[in-house]
């Protein structure tokens, strides 16, 4: 077909179709409105044949009770009778043995006005039931009140409901009428449609009328059918016919006209096309008029110009994205400052996606999200303070507890959410041990996100333009919070392997060597500040000989536990080392020899007071009681640095042994002697001095400058423990 015939048919087919539709509108609309008043007018007949037939049987339970609450059964009965409240009345004992009967009693069967289930025959009446009781509330049988369902019961269904009502006869497919208002054509053609429909349903039939089934349900138990005559004007479809012929041959004639005059510019604008497609985004096509084709050809003119300039952005765009990510891969390489690292993935995904504002939030202990790094939300971050959002709550709470990507429009700022329009938010996880890469690539992301433990989420707010983030934008978001994964992992694997070069792997103590850098900074800061650091020396006595005696293991488990009463005696600013074998440590930060010996003295009662339970060589268990010595040494007061403070401690620690054991010494300097009405368990001065009061220090919950976390008990309202004076 010729571009002109094409054009033809495509302009036939706009005039030609409305006409078409509408027609066909019109058409289906007065059906479509016809039968919606049917069923409306069915819909409310069915409901005055429910209530009515509902009342009815009301008005039976009425009847059957007044009987059974009465002494006189057969006098109530023939009461209920007389007044028109049922047709018939029978009272039956528990054996089902009639003993009271009302005269002209409708013929079986009687239909439960409770039964909802389908009839298997024709319903002569219907009928309620209830139980006969005693005074002790025994059941001594029914009474049972029951209306004939004829041709009377069918009319007055009829009056109260304004349509047709035919009573059905039987269960399908044997349906047969058992009383009808219709005709008696009209009955048949009822009864056929009925026989297809199901439930309750709207139907019609081939004269024209609609019909719906009514029950049987509970209340209602007669199954019925309602119909009305349809409303629809007679003639409508060939009217209809004529109209849409004559419209299209009109439609014929004015689209080969309006072809014939819009060929040559589409011919234009097809060559013009075909030179795009070839790469030359210079082509351009004239325009000859300021019609829908002029103005196509504008339009096409006005695309290639913008298709280059897109061009030209992509390509800048590209080279930016790698420069981004050149900067990110060389901070990965060459820094693990965690805080850094997150600045820079987080620009590069701001940039990537054009995003106004985001946040990198990280899991901390107790199920809460912290923001660890943000970008443009200090004035839209609801609330105050650190930005933090539990884990299950509002968009990044859900995106971190069920491991899936979210993105679309904030209606609302919740708490812990920043005020924004759009958002999108991606969570990472660090992979389980052992399983690398290539092993994780072929998963699926819902497998991926439950087999790794989740680290935290990416979120980004506010894509420039104020249009929503798309599908790439996510694609995008997720290369990117693969980074924040490897990151963040290799960091705190970085810091874990840190912290266990710096610890003994027994006791969980810090070990020699961070002793010597915990001892010099103490030292300094006690310097630079005037104040005081106490170094107590511990040995426990005659360790040898538990080892010797109970084995190596047994000896482990008095160090662990040792170290553990340790713990538990100091503050959170204190500092304790395992410096070797059964040799030990305590810093005593900003504490003076007074507040020192009163520590030794816990730790000297700690230890003897609770032996320690341990498996001796042939398994068996046995309880073992040690005692430490302690020696003890404060700067400036003994000597001058760090190390020699050390060594003032380990000598004092010898006189503690030379005392006799489970004692502790303080180091002797030229202004204090020893005191030997104190029974050997502390010193005095030589020449009085007021004593130094200990300052209190706040604790922190924050990692020292070394990054390595405090031990020591901190009280419930995290400040730090004082020492007690009367200890």
Not at 529 to 543: A, H, K, N, Q, T
Not at 558 to 575: Q, S
Not at 674 to 687: E, I, K, L, Q, S
């Amino acid at each position: 077909m010729t571009l002109r015939g094409r054009l033809t048919a495509a302009f036939l087919a706009v005039a030609f179709g409305p006409i078409l539709f509408g027609a066909v509108f019109v058409a289906s609309t007065v059906t479509a409105v016809d039968r919606s008043r049917a069923t409306e007018r069915l819909a409310v007949a069915a409901a005055a044949a429910r209530t009515s037939i509902d009342a009815l049987c009301q008005q039976l339970r009425a009847a059957a009770d007044a009987v059974a609450l009465t002494a006189d059964h057969r006098g109530a009965a023939t009461q209920v009778v007389g007044r028109g409240l049922a047709a018939a009345v029978q009272v039956t004992d528990v054996t089902g043995q009639i003993i009271v009967a009302t005269p002209n009693a409708p013929p079986a069967p009687w239909r439960d006005c409770g039964d909802h289930a389908r009839p298997t025959g024709p319903v002569a009446a219907l009928a309620v039931r209830v139980e006969l009781h005693d005074i002790g509330g025994a059941v001594l049988g029914t009474v049972t009140a029951a209306q004939p369902v004829d041709p009377m019961l069918v009319a007055r269904l009829a009056a109260v409901t304004g349509v047709a009502v035919t009573l059905l006869d039987g269960a399908a497919p044997t349906l047969t009428v058992a009383h009808s208002t219709e005709s008696d054509g009209g009955a048949e053609a009822v009864l056929a449609a009925a026989s297809a429909l199901h439930e309750e349903g709207v139907t019609s039939t081939p004269d024209g009328r609609y019909l719906r089934r009514v029950g049987p349900t509970p209340g209602q138990p007669l199954p019925l059918v309602l119909s009305v005559p349809s409303d629809q004007p007679a003639g409508l479809y060939p009217v209809l016919i004529a109209v849409v012929l004559l419209a299209a041959l009109l439609g014929v004639a004015v689209a080969w006209r309006l072809a014939r005059v819009t060929t040559r510019p589409l011919v234009e604008l097809a060559g013009a096309v075909d030179r795009v497609a070839a790469g030359d985004l210079t082509a351009r096509v004239p325009v000859r008029s300021g019609d829908e084709i002029g103005r196509l050809a504008e339009a096409f003119n006005r695309m290639t110009r913008e298709a280059g300039g897109y061009l030209a952005a992509l390509a800048s765009s590209r080279d930016q994205l790698r420069g981004h990510l050149a900067v990110l891969g060389d901070t990965l390489a060459s820094t693990h400052d965690l805080q850094r690292i997150l600045r820079v993935i987080l620009h590069s995904a701001l940039a990537a996606t054009g995003a106004r504002a985001g946040a990198v939030l990280l899991t901390e202990p107790g199920g809460m999200l912290v923001a660890q790094c943000t970008e443009g939300l200090d004035e839209h971050w609801a609330g105050t303070g650190t930005p933090q959002v539990p884990l299950g709550g509002s968009v990044v709470g859900a995106v971190a507890a069920t491991g899936q990507p979210c993105r679309g429009r904030m209606e609302a700022a919740a708490p812990g959410e920043p005020r924004c329009g759009t958002y999108i938010a991606v969570p990472f996880a660090a992979p389980e041990a052992g399983r690398t890469a290539d092993s994780r690539a072929g998963e699926e992301p819902a497998h991926a996100a439950a087999s790794a433990r989740p680290l935290g989420v990416l979120a980004l707010y506010d894509r420039l333009g104020g249009e929503e983030f798309d599908d790439d934008d996510l694609a995008t978001l997720q290369t990117f919070a693969g980074h924040v994964a490897v990151a963040v992992d290799n960091v705190r694997v970085h810091e874990e392997a840190q912290r266990l070069s710096l610890t003994d792997p027994l006791t969980g103590l810090w070990n020699y060597r961070y002793l010597r850098e915990s001892l010099r900074r103490e030292v300094e800061r006690a310097n630079r500040f005037g104040r005081m650091v106490s170094v107590l020396v511990l040995d426990l006595d005659r360790f040898k000989k538990i080892n010797d005696t109970y084995g190596h293991a047994a000896g482990d488990t008095v160090l662990a536990e040792f170290a553990r009463r340790v713990r538990g005696e100091i503050r959170e600013v204190d500092l304790a080392f395992r410096q070797g074998g059964e040799e030990f440590v305590v810093l005593l930060p900003e504490t003076d020899a007074r507040g020192a010996t009163i520590v030794a003295e816990r730790l000297g009662a700690a230890t003897r007071n609770t032996p320690v339970t341990v498996l001796g060589h042939a398994g068996v268990q046995e309880s073992i009681g040690f005692t430490v010595s302690i020696g003890i040494a404060v700067y400036p007061d003994h000597a001058e640095t760090g190390l020699r403070v050390l060594e003032a401690a380990d000598e004092a620690l010898y006189a503690a042994k030379a005392a006799g054991r489970d004692t502790w010494r303080v180091a002797q300097d030229t202004s204090r002697i020893t005191d030997p009405g104190d029974g050997g368990t502390g010193v005095r001065a030589a020449h009085a001095a007021p004593p130094t009061r200990e300052m209190s220090v706040s604790a922190v919950t924050s990692s020292p400058i070394d990054g390595l976390p405090r031990a020591g008990p901190v009280d419930a309202t995290g400040a730090l423990a004082e020492r007690d004076e009367s200890a």
